[in-house]
């Protein structure tokens, strides 16, 4: 049960980064998917590496995958500020991956609830079911509206928690109370806080990403 189209379970139950969506997006044309193609990287894991993107002021304000971190570059976007261990190649070029890009144009960016997503809401809630309090990998959890959308629940932070399918469907289409169960916490809302808290979660292995999010 997803709350938009954006929040479909990833069967591989692998976690692609994804903070803040919208931030870099409507940069992304014809250009970006001609860019793409020509980047025959080998197929793996390493283009859906994480990237952490800086605003031009060096602000952290998103996550995105080594791939479309490569595209905003290579379209003049953005500039690598710090690298990973690692190149792709096309067919003529080896390419530098980046670990850290920064836009070269500010961007204003809302503090608004954009980031809502399945992901997100996993990472915030450590892939742990709020109301059995047990870890699970993504691909056993779904999102629970806790008060239902047919009581006029809406899809927010506030509203959406990681459940396990079990204690989802024994909750099925009512609230907590009703179903006898208790939320682990009340889900908290979408800061800025959040974000760079998601964006700390995301990036606590690479050191590269430290500078820029712990100060
Ligand atoms: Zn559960």
Redesign the pocket.
Same mark, same amino acid.
Do not use: K, S
């Given at each position: 049960m997803g709350a938009n189209r954006h929040m479909s379970v990833d069967s591989r139950g692998r976690y692609t980064p994804e903070v803040d969506g919208a931030a870099v997006s409507g940069s992304e044309g014809p250009a970006g998917s001609r860019t793409h193609n020509t980047i025959s990287a080998r197929r793996g894991s390493l283009m859906q590496e994480p990237v952490l993107v800086l605003n031009a002021t060096y602000e952290p304000i998103n996550v995105t995958a080594v791939r479309r971190a490569m595209v905003l570059m290579l379209k003049g976007v953005a500039q690598a500020e710090e690298m990973h261990n690692a190149e792709v190649h096309s067919a003529a070029h080896a390419h530098e991956v980046p670990s850290v890009i920064r836009l070269l144009a500010y961007r204003h960016i809302p503090q608004q609830s954009r980031a809502l997503s399945r992901k997100n809401i996993l990472l915030r809630d450590r892939n742990t &079911?709020?109301?059995?309090?047990?870890v699970?990998p993504s691909s056993e959890l779904t999102l629970d509206h806790v008060v239902p959308r047919s009581r006029g629940g809406r899809s927010s932070w506030e509203n959406l928690v990681a459940? &396990?399918?079990?204690?989802?469907n024994s909750k099925g289409d009512r609230t907590p109370e009703e179903a006898g169960l208790k939320l682990a916490r009340r889900p908290r809302p979408f800061t800025l806080h959040t974000s760079r808290q998601l964006m700390r979660l995301i990036g606590h292995r690479d050191e590269r990403w430290r500078k820029y999010l712990f100060y």
């Open positions: &079911c709020q109301f059995c309090v047990r699970f459940c &396990c399918y079990r204690c989802n």
